[in-house]
């Protein structure tokens, strides 16, 4: 493994590590929830772009297939673009219904588990 592989696996790792933290928060702090439910998704999805490759370049097509109208046919793109969707939606419309999303939210975070486990081998 290279250098760089070294590097954005460590980054995918404490993104990762940092996304389980913030849905923790929210837990913890009913007031503060949307807060750190929006960190945890973004950090969540970092996590998958750093395993991917150069995040801005994976950000880029992440937008540029949000706009297209034919359906994704990728798994892990669709997945970056249901997160990008979901961020859009708690921007737009802050929840109210913390438990449902909350859950949501921990689904989302194992499966970028399992996508930055596959991608860059097994995490600690």
């Known amino acids: 493994?290279?250098?760089?592989?070294?590097?954005r696996k460590g980054w995918?790792?404490?993104?990762?590590?940092?996304s389980k933290a913030e849905l923790i928060a929210a837990k913890k702090t009913p007031y503060m929830a949307t807060?750190?439910?929006?960190?945890?998704?973004?950090?969540?999805q970092a996590a998958i772009?750093?395993?991917?490759?150069d995040p801005a370049v994976i950000a880029s097509i992440v937008q540029e297939t949000l706009?297209?109208?034919?359906?994704?046919?990728?798994?892990?793109?669709?997945?970056?673009v249901e997160i990008e969707k979901t961020l859009q939606q708690m921007?737009?419309?802050?929840?109210v219904d913390n438990e449902k999303t909350i859950e949501q939210i921990?689904?989302?975070?194992q499966f970028t588990s399992e996508i930055v486990e596959l991608f860059c081998g097994e995490i600690s």
């Open 1 to 7: 493994m290279s250098a760089i592989d070294y590097y």
């Open 12 to 18: 995918a790792v404490r993104y990762l590590r940092e």
């Open 35 to 44: 807060g750190f439910m929006m960190e945890a998704l973004t950090k969540a």
């Open 49 to 53: 772009y750093y395993s991917l490759g």
């Open 67 to 80: 706009h297209t109208p034919s359906g994704v046919k990728e798994p892990i793109l669709n997945f970056l």
């Open 91 to 95: 921007v737009q419309c802050p929840t």
């Open 106 to 109: 921990s689904d989302i975070i």
